[in-house]
């Protein structure tokens, strides 16, 4: 399957300050790309769908003024938490989609964590 | 709200094989069934999925009825390794498609 990496792996950051997760597709050109949360003991959550070189769609409840994702290469995406906040402390997972070679899984990135204090 | 009923929790002793149901009733006729299962503190890995034949990978084998309103997910020889959460999720192939994950299976292999 396709390797996909994430960066920061783990990320400590003092409310107020954004914070930039990049999603790395690394052997697969990913058409489509998907953000996903999870809080403690809980299952993921979609936050949103990007497509390479289109606006992002987000899901009911996900406010995209506070979550800005930029895919502006089909193996790049990233997620900017702007003026994170304790609430938004969680772990932030992309998944790749689609592309060349054409694939119908998903494949996974290792997560990132993320914790404001 | 996800599409699939699955067990909360299984235990398995290692070596056997461990057998996890999942209940899609509602599932429709361009739907396949799609296995991940996620690692503590990791991110989901892709299984196998299938649309009503049986499948069989390297990882695991998948069962669908006849009907296609239940499958069974099969790890033939279970290792402490495969210790992890169950998603089973129903989903159509060929656009961008979302995954609902549900709240899976928590699989405990025990030596």
């Known amino acids: 399957g396709a390797v996909v990496s994430q960066h920061p792996s783990w990320v400590i950051c003092k409310s107020g300050t954004s914070v930039k997760i990049e999603c790395r597709s690394l052997?697969?050109?990913?058409?489509?790309m998907f953000w996903y949360r999870q809080f403690p003991k809980q299952s993921l959550m979609l936050m949103a769908t990007?497509?390479?070189?289109?606006?992002?769609?987000?899901e009911q409840g996900v406010e995209k003024d506070k979550f800005l994702i930029n895919h502006a290469s089909l193996t790049l995406s990233t997620l900017t938490v702007t003026s994170a906040h304790p609430e938004d402390s969680s772990f932030y997972i992309c998944?790749?989609?689609?592309?060349?070679?054409?694939?119908?899984?998903?494949?996974f990135g290792p997560g990132t964590r993320l914790t404001v204090t | 709200d996800a599409k699939t009923t699955q067990p909360t929790s299984m235990d398995c002793a290692e070596g056997r094989a461990a057998n996890l149901p999942c209940n899609h009733s509602?599932?429709?006729?361009?739907?396949?069934v799609y296995w991940y299962r996620q690692i503590h503190s990791q991110g989901p890995q892709y299984i196998i999925h299938?649309?009503?034949n049986n499948e069989t990978n390297e990882m695991a084998s998948l069962i669908i009825t006849e009907d296609r309103k239940s499958s069974t997910l099969i790890l033939p020889h279970a290792t402490l390794r495969d210790t992890a959460v169950y998603y089973c999720?129903?989903?159509?192939?060929?656009?961008?498609?979302?995954?609902?994950f549900g709240k899976g299976t928590k699989l405990t292999v025990n030596p």
């Open positions: 998944s790749i989609y689609g592309g060349r070679p054409l694939s119908y899984e998903q494949y």
């Open positions: 052997d697969f050109q990913a058409t489509t």
């Open positions: 990007s497509n390479e070189g289109s606006k992002a769609t987000y």
């Open positions: 509602t599932i429709s006729g361009n739907e396949y």
């Open positions: 299938g649309l009503k």
């Open positions: 999720i129903v989903a159509t192939q060929g656009g961008s498609e979302k995954l609902v």
